[in-house]
């Protein structure tokens, strides 16, 4: 069991699309999803795509699909909670922080920070909603949440297969690679964390 958990092969049959689906789906616009691994996910899947294992295809449309059906979960999300998400006291699942500079973020960018921020994890999950709290009209949200979930969609994937494609018997450095994509996606969220704590420490 254990050595299945390792092995990409098995994490893709035992999870496949659905997975992918719902991890996209989650980070996308869930309050809770923000410290999902999408972009590690869906370049992991690429790489897994060419060696066989699934369809690029298959894997680019749920992933397109679970990117732009979470964003407007998110946006309605807000438009419900409006400024009481600004309220809310941290937990587990909630930062005020993580809001606040989706909100700084949101009010800099305009309506394409819902492309520019498909690419900035922790950021994506949030700016549906705070689009949402600042009452985007909708179908200028469907216009930019449709063009970011297809870029975000389709480029990491692509990056992914690519890069198996190109690298002889790839397959055999899956594990490692993979390994190696986790850590680089997290370690910026980690590298904040410890600043953050170390500011309040010489407070």
Avoid: C
């Avoid at 998400?85 to 005020?96: A, D, E, G, H, Q």
């Avoid at 690519?162 to 190696?180: F, N």
């Amino acid at each position: 069991m254990f050595h299945d958990l390792l092995n990409p092969t098995a994490l893709i049959q035992n999870f496949g699309y659905m997975g992918v689906f719902l991890t996209v789906f989650a980070e996308s616009g869930i309050v809770f999803g923000f410290f999902l691994p999408g972009d590690s996910l869906l370049f992991a899947a690429g790489l897994l795509a060419s060696q066989h294992h699934l369809s690029i295809f298959g894997l680019i449309g749920v992933a397109v699909v679970g990117a732009i059906l979470g964003n407007n979960v998110g946006f309605l999300t807000g438009r419900k909670l409006g400024p009481a998400l600004f309220t809310r006291k941290k937990s587990v699942m909630f930062s005020p922080k993580r809001v606040q500079e989706a909100h700084e973020f949101f009010q800099k960018q305009g309506a394409q920070s819902l492309i520019l921020a498909r690419f900035i994890p922790g950021v994506r999950t949030f700016i549906p909603i705070i689009a949402g709290v600042g009452k985007m009209p909708y179908r200028t949200f469907v216009t930019y949440n449709l063009i970011g979930g297809l870029l975000w969609g389709i480029l990491v994937p692509i990056l992914g297969y690519t890069l198996g494609r190109t690298i002889p018997s790839v397959d055999k450095y899956l594990l490692p690679i993979i390994l190696l994509i986790v850590v680089i996606s997290i370690l910026p969220v980690a590298l904040k964390y410890f600043k953050a704590r170390r500011e309040n420490t010489n407070e």
